[in-house]
Nanobody, 112 residues
């Protein structure tokens, strides 16, 4: 029910914007978040925003990534600036309503 888009290949220092949208008749999102998983590593939270607007970022992306969410439309985006090779991963969007839902993942590759 979540569709992610916007991944791709970019050089270090560049920018990408990821987007995620929930489909279907579902309301009352409580949390929107982006996670990522690099090869050989565990999935980690990148950024999350609660329905009240509180936003948290992983220390590694603070000041470079910006998460925006629209509770009414069940959409969110992740603006990623000053990308580094270590940001290379598959990025997954997540939304929690009564239950939690994951997007299919989108590959982000940052070349040095």
């Amino acid at each position: 029910q979540l569709q992610a888009s916007g991944g791709g290949l970019v050089q270090a220092g560049g920018s990408l914007r990821l987007a995620c949208a929930a489909s279907g008749s579902i309301f009352g999102v409580k949390v929107m978040a982006w996670y990522r998983q690099a090869p050989g590593k565990q999935r980690e939270m990148v950024a999350a925003i609660a329905s009240g607007g509180d936003t948290n970022y992983a220390d590694s992306v603070k000041g470079r990534f910006l998460l925006s969410g629209d509770n009414a439309k069940n959409t969110m985006s992740l603006q990623m600036n000053s990308l580094k090779p270590e940001d290379t991963a598959i990025y997954y969007c997540y939304m929690r309503f009564v239950n939690g839902y994951w997007g299919q993942g989108t590959q982000v590759t940052v070349s040095s």
